[in-house]
């Protein structure tokens, strides 16, 4: 799973990084502690004028579907690919809207003695495969602009064997190739491309370095540069 994890680049990089042409946060999105519920970046693509653009939105880290009644349910900020197209939760958002979730790194809290660890890429930044839903709120009425509410979740999947001895699983993260793929407006999810994507996780998550790190990370109120320094 994935319960906590970090943007270290402002949005100007991140759009560098992911070819994003739309800019729709603030200009620092800076976190080093990211907890469900939380507002975080999401990279969308959509087709304007018969070309494909990429956009970078500020969503909320838990998907409500539509038939959420309110936000006081427990957050759905993961999902796992083995079942996300069978579950009501989830079976629209994997069909039709598919995101990316940029990240520096995530953190992870050891099954063996729980001892908080930073996993990240050696240089640059991870993709997670995540889907997003536009909620609307019913206590609010058509008029008002706040009723729609950007929600998305992570695709998580059983740990790549480098990650195994970590926790049972981790995010599915995204290659370049599948990062344009899972994007793209005519991709098809079916149960065979997610068992690939699967596949191009373990190859992704194999790159990845690892240390122990504070446990401060475990209170959401702690965010600073130091929570990824190794200790």
């Given at each position: 799973m994935c319960g906590r994890f970090v943007v270290a680049r402002e949005r100007d990089d991140l759009a560098e990084l992911?070819?994003?042409?739309?800019?729709?946060?603030?200009?620092?999105?800076?976190s080093y502690n990211i907890a469900p519920t939380q507002s975080v970046p999401i990279?969308?693509?959509?087709?304007?004028?018969?070309?494909?653009?990429?956009?970078?939105?500020p969503a909320r880290w838990g998907l409500l579907p539509s038939f959420a009644k309110d936000l006081s349910g427990p957050p759905l900020f993961n999902a796992r690919?083995?079942?996300?197209?069978?579950?009501?939760?989830?079976?629209e958002a994997v069909l039709h809207k598919r995101c990316v979730v940029p990240a520096s790194g995530y953190f992870e809290w050891s099954k063996s003695d729980k001892t908080p660890l930073y996993i990240h890429p050696p240089e640059?930044?991870?993709g997670f495969a995540g889907i997003y839903w536009w909620w609307r709120d019913p206590q609010k009425t058509q008029t008002d602009?706040?009723?729609?509410?950007?929600?998305?979740s992570m695709l998580t999947k059983d740990s790549a064997p480098n990650l195994s001895e970590i926790h049972d699983r981790n995010p599915v993260m995204l290659s370049p190739d599948s990062l344009a793929a899972w994007m793209a407006p005519d991709f098809e999810t079916t149960p065979e491309l997610l068992v690939a994507l699967s596949r191009e996780s373990d190859?992704?998550?194999?790159?990845?370095?690892?240390?122990?790190?504070?446990?401060?990370?475990?209170?959401?109120?702690?965010?600073?540069p130091e929570l990824i320094l190794p200790i």
């Amino acid at each position: 799973m994935c319960g906590r994890f970090v943007v270290a680049r402002e949005r100007d990089d991140l759009a560098e990084l992911f070819e994003i042409e739309n800019l729709e946060v603030p200009a620092s999105i800076v976190s080093y502690n990211i907890a469900p519920t939380q507002s975080v970046p999401i990279v969308v693509e959509r087709e304007i004028d018969g070309m494909p653009s990429r956009e970078l939105h500020p969503a909320r880290w838990g998907l409500l579907p539509s038939f959420a009644k309110d936000l006081s349910g427990p957050p759905l900020f993961n999902a796992r690919i083995e079942t996300a197209l069978e579950k009501p939760s989830f079976k629209e958002a994997v069909l039709h809207k598919r995101c990316v979730v940029p990240a520096s790194g995530y953190f992870e809290w050891s099954k063996s003695d729980k001892t908080p660890l930073y996993i990240h890429p050696p240089e640059g930044m991870l993709g997670f495969a995540g889907i997003y839903w536009w909620w609307r709120d019913p206590q609010k009425t058509q008029t008002d602009p706040s009723r729609w509410v950007l929600t998305c979740s992570m695709l998580t999947k059983d740990s790549a064997p480098n990650l195994s001895e970590i926790h049972d699983r981790n995010p599915v993260m995204l290659s370049p190739d599948s990062l344009a793929a899972w994007m793209a407006p005519d991709f098809e999810t079916t149960p065979e491309l997610l068992v690939a994507l699967s596949r191009e996780s373990d190859m992704v998550a194999n790159e990845l370095e690892f240390f122990e790190v504070s446990r401060a990370v475990g209170s959401v109120s702690n965010n600073s540069p130091e929570l990824i320094l190794p200790i």
